[in-house]
């Protein structure tokens, strides 16, 4: 992984300015089992609403640092201002981390700045396939959670994200593919693969939530079947520098519908 440019216990590859502005965009992760939003994941846009690409394809390997430092900094500074009181997920790239511990001093002071508790941050781990070091993932994942993080695996089931991460890597959540989320409620194989996630989650402690839910009947199959907690269109689209509208009287309606559906039956495929 290279040498960390540690002073003082920071990294300095982490610091200096971008040239270019970007800001972040918020979408809830809704929680069925509470009727509630569990946390909102913040995601990278540009100034004006652009896509997150515009931004991204202008972090070249010398901004890699100082880019995913500046995305954790803005992401706490805006759910800060904007009055979240939920859990903040916050994607990272383990290739952006040379030395947990000095990498992650500019998050912690803006955490303190700003009075967001550590137990509030989850780091969803991107870009897996290019982690050639389990050992390093590793080492961060457990770095962070002594400092009171959690962690989540993202796109799990889609690329490189799949089963034998899991023989090296303990995160605390798995965020399943929309590639396996897609057409859950009618297709059988999907269901039989999502079924087996499920239970291997439980047999590993491991919280599981579908990325992608884009429809109320992949949102009925998926609740019904054990997984509470949900991310997608049909919930809400990320917004800039908001947080969206209030979800509680549909997630609620909704959990009761999967109450009534598991009373009668009616869900489960």
């Known amino acids: 992984m290279g ?14 300015e971008l040239p270019f502005a970007f800001t972040m965009a918020f979408q809830p992760i809704v929680n069925l089992s509470t009727a509630r939003v569990d946390a909102y994941e913040a995601l990278v846009r540009g100034p004006n609403g652009e896509s997150a690409w515009s931004i991204i394809s202008q972090v070249t390997d010398d901004l890699l640092y100082q880019f995913d430092q500046a995305c954790r900094v803005k992401a706490i500074e805006m759910a800060s201002h904007l009055g979240m009181q939920t859990n903040l997920s916050i994607n990272f790239l383990p290739n952006a981390v040379y030395e947990p511990t000095a990498c992650i001093q500019a998050t912690l002071d803006i955490s303190r700045q700003v009075g967001w508790p550590s137990k ?12 050639i070091d389990r050992q390093h993932l590793r080492n ?30 303990t995160p605390d959540k798995l965020k399943i593919d929309r590639q396996l989320v897609m057409n859950c409620d009618q297709d059988l194989r999907r269901q039989a693969i999502l079924q087996a996630i ?15 839910v884009e429809t ?11 997984i509470m907690r949900q991310q997608g269109f049909y919930y809400a ?33």
């Open 3 to 16: 040498n960390c440019a540690r002073i003082n216990g920071s990294c300095k590859r982490c610091e200096g």
């Open 140 to 169: 961060i994942i457990d770095a962070y959670r002594s400092m009171g993080f959690k962690t989540a695996l993202d796109d799990f089931g889609s690329g490189y994200a799949n089963l034998d991460i899991l023989t090296d890597l």
């Open 216 to 226: 109320h009947a992949e949102a009925l199959w998926l609740a019904s079947n054990g």
């Open 237 to 269: 689209k990320p917004v800039v520098n908001s947080l969206g509208d209030d979800l509680s009287v549909r997630l609620s309606a909704l959990r009761e519908e999967v109450r009534l559906g598991r009373e009668q039956g009616g869900l489960h495929a």
């Open 198 to 212: 499920i239970t291997l989650a439980q047999q590993l402690g491991i919280v599981v939530i579908a990325e992608g």
């Open 120 to 131: 509030r941050l989850i780091f969803e781990i991107t870009e897996t396939e290019r982690v």
